[in-house]
Structure formats: C-alpha cells, structure tokens
C-alpha cells in the first residue's frame, strides 16, 4: 500500500507536521478502499482523488465511512464503474456529475459509501436558483472552484500524493476559512458559500478571513437566489453544530441573516425584560449555548444535537421587538410576545421549507416558553400542574431544558429561587406521573361510553361531553368509571333543563 505523501509548508511547521502525522494515521486507515477505488478507475484510464471534507476532517484526525472523490471520468464513464465495484449504487446527482455507491462491510471493514464527482465548476444565472453544471478536466480546476481552501485539499489515489495547490493546510493549522479564488468570484459563482463560512465556522470553530467576511458583506444580498431549501439546509447543520454560535454572528454580523433569518438581527435593538444593558439577541445566544448544555449527548430524553430544541431557543423571543412597551418609571413590557412569537416563528420555518412537524413543535414550545413563570409566583395546584404537561404534551422534556435556559439573570439569588422552583415543579410532575397517568390525560369515560350512556350518536355533543370530562380530569384527577357516569348524568340533566 503507497505511503501518503505531503510537501511541507513553511508556516507553523510544528503544527502542520502534527496535522500530517494525524492525517497519515486516518488516511492509511481508509488507504484500502481508497487505493482499490483508484487503482480500478486508473486501470479504466481515469483520474481519481480523494477531495473535501474527508481530506480535511483527515488532517483534524477523524475517520469517515462516507468518502467523496472527484474524477476526471464522465458520469456516464462513473457509472458503471462503481455499478461493478459496489454492492449498490445510485444516480440521483447524475445532473451535477455525481454518482454514488455503497459495498457493505467485508471480514473487519466498515460499510463504506462513496460519491464520485467528475471534476466541475458551479455557476449561477443571475436570475436562477439552480446552479448550471460546467465539468472540468484537471483536478487543480476542480479544487479551484471549491468553497474553501481547507476544502480544497485532495488525495491521488491510488499512489496517495497529498495536493493543496491554495495552501489549506496553512489555513487548517491557522484555523481560517479562506477562498481559493477571489471570494467575490466564488461567492458569484454560487452564493450558498456565504452561508457555508457561517456554518464551518459553527462546525470547526474557524475564524472567516477578513476580506472573505468582506465579500460577504458586499454580497450578501445575492443568497436571495439560492432555494430556501439548500438555505434551510445550511441553517440546520449550522445549529447543529458544535459551536453554533459562531456561526450566527457570522450570519448576522455579515448582513446574511438579514436575508435568511431577519428576525434574528432585529433583537439587537431590543433591551431584554430586565432593562439591563444586554439585548434580547444576546440574551437569545446565551439561551442556545444553555439550552444545548441540557441535551443529553448521543442518548437520552433530549439527545443532541436537537434542532427542535436549538431553534426554539434561538427563536423564543422574536415576538419582543412588537410587543415592546416603555412603561411609566422606566420599565418595558413585551406583553404576549410569547405568542406573537410563535406565529413568527411558524411563518419563518415555513418559509424556509422545514417540515410541518418543525414548524408544528418549534411554534409550539416558543408559545409554552413562559408558562412556568406563573408557578414561581405561587403554588400551582395539581390541576395546573397537569395542564402543563397535557399542553407540552411529547415537548415536554424540551420545554424543560428551554425554561431552565431562559434563565440568564446575573442575580444569583433570583437564579437559584427559579432554579428551586423549576426543581419543584419536576418533582411535582414525577409525582402525579406515578399516580396518574399523567402522560397521556383523558376522560374517564371515550366517545363510546358517553354515546352509550346518554343514549345519542356521532356529533357536536358527544365532543361537548368528552370535553367537559376532560376538564373534570384535569380539576380532579382520576374520577373513576362510576363517578364520571354520574358526574357526566348530572351535566346532561342540567343542560338539557337550560
């Protein structure tokens, strides 16, 4: 098997002889399939390398089962070839020179998949939100047109030569995300790259070059072509992230957010409930950081990353800057912006194409997130409590994590009494969960029963009733069979005699 070769770089040697030397250990692990791809294209007279994230996450010493290659092969000339190599392959990107394939795991290795790209160029039509394809013939072009240089790094299979004509090996040891090419050129020639430095900078903790944050900022404007699909899909790995937070201030210090999320920057302006000197979209970041401190890693009730969870949380207050009030004495009030927040929020996931059950629990815990306030100011009686839960309904360990992030006071006092509180309330819960079930509250009595005992069919009444034996349950707790046989008698009586 060749040994991976790299040209030494003359900045910060010590640190790029450390990211080789990971590299060399991640990539003679994935040398194998590697190698074996090459040698089979190279034998049918292509060109093929390795290319992008595995390459860079290589140097960052981590592995990848899914391996991106480019090649100088047609995608037609592609096709049959991983069709023989791999135990099932796929089309889909065929229109952009993308084939795919899979070959499931043999002895100890890993199922591998693997796309394959003939060397290309994107370009947009001023007017269009679909890139329009050009294919290319040397790797060194195709390197050229990538987002960034520490994406712009590959490996020749199969004699495993390192290529990194833009330097992105300095860039990875400096921590930059940098351009290959003028960024204005590459930020023209497909303007997702913008949103694409925001979401590397949230998924590498970089820090974007300064005349790339630049072009972002003179270009902006332009991410309007891209689908609010493709945006959406960047917006989401972002948040998911493992420091989305940088890549939100790139968003929004770069004018992005303006485009994409503009409800975002428009926190800025607005002092938080407190009237301190921090704003709501400070205190919205500080939210996120806290909230995603509350996931429960790979497992658990809240596994992370939870974008539900991470969009709630950055989104909870945007109903603040039209709620706002300056009240007599210096005070502001955001009356009911919990709820003006939640028909924000719905309208923005929708017009950035997130699926309706997104939409659904995003609004949903946005419009829950100051409920619990009203339990730090008083004992809740149990009927309170169970409407709690019954409104959070499968939300409710995120609307746990969400109103325990809300706290940013710098009171210690006043953050250790909600802190006590919200303890209180879970035991509350956890409680009442072991003598009712509590989960999944109904009446005592279903549509059947109640048609049965009050001698009528499907309708308007059979709901009147069913929701009056709610509400009882919800006063009461468990009533019982019997006593909701009466309880809903007298009612019908008593109606029937209005």
């Keep these: 098997m060749p040994t991976p070769t790299t040209r030494p770089l003359p900045d910060e040697p010590r640190l790029q002889l450390d990211l080789q030397r990971r590299a060399l250990a991640v990539l003679t692990q994935m040398a194998p399939v590697a190698v074996e791809l090459g040698e089979v294209f190279r034998d049918a007279g292509h060109e093929l390398s390795l290319v992008g994230g595995p390459v860079r996450d290589a140097f960052l010493g981590r592995a990848s089962n899914d391996l991106d290659f480019a090649t100088s092969a047609s995608p037609d000339e592609t096709e049959p070839i991983l069709a023989a190599w791999g135990d099932a392959h796929w089309d889909i990107g065929k229109e952009f020179g993308t ?133 959406q899909t960047e917006l989401s790995k972002l948040l998911c992230a493992g420091a989305p937070r940088l890549g939100l201030e790139v968003l929004v210090d770069t004018g992005l957010a303006d485009h994409v999320l503009p409800e975002l920057p428009a926190l800025q302006l607005e002092i938080d409930e407190h009237h301190r000197h921090k704003d709501v979209y400070a205190h919205s970041l500080i939210v996120l950081d806290q909230a995603i401190a509350q996931e429960t890693g790979p497992d658990g009730v809240v596994p992370a990353p939870d974008l539900v969870l991470r969009l709630a949380s950055l989104l909870h207050d945007i109903g603040k800057p039209g709620t706002r009030r300056f009240e007599d004495g210096g ?56 409407r709690y839960v019954t409104d959070a309904g499968p939300l409710l360990e995120r609307l746990h994590r969400l109103t325990r992030a809300d706290c940013t006071t710098r009171n210690r006092r006043k953050a250790e009494r909600l802190s006590r509180a919200y303890d209180d309330l879970e035991a509350r819960i956890a409680a009442l969960r072991e003598k009712e079930a509590l989960d999944a509250v109904r009446p005592d009595l279903d549509g059947s029963q109640i048609m049965e005992i009050l001698g009528i069919g499907p309708g308007p009444q059979v709901g009147e009733a069913y929701r009056y034996l709610l509400e009882l349950r919800m006063e009461n707790g468990p009533l019982g069979e019997e006593a909701a046989r009466a309880a809903l008698t007298a009612w019908w009586a008593e109606r029937a005699a209005e």
């Design 99 to 231: 084939i795919g394939a899979k070959r499931f795991a043999r002895g100890g290795d890993d199922e591998v998949v693997v796309e394959v790209t003939t060397y290309r160029s994107d370009e947009y039509d001023p007017e269009s939100r679909k890139p329009v394809v050009a294919f290319g013939d040397t790797l060194e072009g195709d390197l050229s047109r990538r987002d960034f240089t520490v994406n712009a790094m590959a490996v020749r299979v199969p004699e495993m030569a390192f290529v990194d004509p833009h330097d992105g090996l300095a860039d990875l040891a400096a921590k930059v995300l940098r351009t290959p090419i003028a960024p204005e050129r590459s930020f023209d020639d497909d303007p997702l790259r913008m949103m694409r430095a925001a979401r590397f900078a949230a998924q590498l903790s970089f820090h974007v070059e300064q005349g790339t944050l630049a072009a972002i900022v003179a270009m902006a404007g332009r991410i309007s072509i891209v689908s609010a699909e493709r945006v």
């Design 331 to 386: 005070g502001v009030s955001f009356h009911h912006h919990e709820v003006v927040g939640a028909k924000l929020v719905a309208k923005r996931l929708k017009a950035l194409k997130y699926e309706k059950q997104v939409v659904k629990d995003v609004a949903r815990l946005v419009e829950l997130h100051l409920r619990f306030h009203g339990y730090g100011e008083g004992q809740w009686t149990d009927s309170a409590v169970r």
